[in-house]
T-cell receptor
Framework: GDSVTQMEGPVTLSEEAFLTINCTYTATGYPSLFWYVQYPGEGLQLLLKATKADDKGSNKGFEATYRKETTSFHLEKGSVQVSDSAVYFCALYNNAGNMLTFGGGTRLMVKP | ETGVTQSPTHLIKTRGQQVTLRCSSQSGHNTVSWYQQALGQGPQFIFQYYREEENGRGNFPPRFSGLQFPNYSSELNVNALELDDSALYLC??????????????FGPGTRLLVL
């Protein structure tokens, strides 16, 4: 079945540092890929998405490119802020199952 | 535009009891999905409802059941609660159509504790 693997956290960075959170997936067909963010005590917020190979999703300074050849969708941000501290989830949607499959999440901690 | 809302926010039950969680979808959305998120883990898909019928189900036992109403709101029912059912239950709604259904918008969740 489908699966998503994320780098384990926590990832601890200083403010204004460059962020990369790795995400790779296994899926049949051509899934859509997503990044969601979860702040403490809250639900998931959609951060960005990409629906086909070579698409780049972007939002609030975050970017991720759908790489079919490496089955990856790594999240990047050029300069993180303390307010970016949260748990980030990579996910894929496969039409066959009508469901999102999530990775285990990566906690990001940004220090001033 | 109102987002996805869920009730209650928190709930405490004892083992063997039954629970009903509720979800109102975002305006213009006709598909609702439910997920279970155990502490420190990613969400796991329970099932999806579209046009008041189950439209996909994850690896959860039959004691997890659901409903969708004509106004697209939804309920998740769990019978014979077990300690391992303690989790954050997330509802997500998505727009109509095969393409729209891929993008899901989540509510704040209901945190269930089973003692």
């Amino acid at each position: 079945g489908d699966s998503v693997t994320q780098m384990e956290g926590p990832v601890t960075l200083s403010e204004e540092a460059f962020l990369t959170i790795n995400c790779t997936y296994t899926a049949t067909g051509y899934p859509s890929l997503f990044w969601y963010v979860q702040y403490p005590g809250e639900g998931l917020q959609l951060l960005l998405k990409a629906t086909k190979a070579d698409d780049k999703g972007s939002n609030k300074g975050f970017e991720a490119t759908y790489r079919k050849e490496t089955t990856s969708f790594h999240l990047e941000k050029g300069s993180v802020q303390v307010s970016d501290s949260a748990v980030y989830f990579c996910a894929l949607y496969n039409n066959a199952g009508n469901m999102l499959t999530f990775g285990g999440g990566t906690r990001l901690m940004v220090k001033p | 535009e109102t987002g996805v809302t869920q009730s209650p926010t928190h709930l405490i039950k004892t083992r063997g009891q039954q629970v009903t969680l509720r979800c109102s979808s975002q305006s213009g959305h006709n598909t609702v999905s439910w997920y279970q998120q155990a502490l420190g883990q990613g969400p796991q898909f329970i099932f999806q409802y579209y046009r008041e019928e189950e439209n996909g189900r994850g690896n959860f036992p039959p004691r997890f059941s659901g409903l969708q109403f004509p106004n697209y709101s939804s309920e998740l029912n769990v019978n014979a609660l077990e300690l391992d059912d303690s989790a954050l239950y997330l509802c997500a709604s998505s727009p109509a159509g095969t393409s729209g259904r891929k993008t899901q918008y989540f509510g704040p969740g209901t945190r269930l504790l089973v003692l």
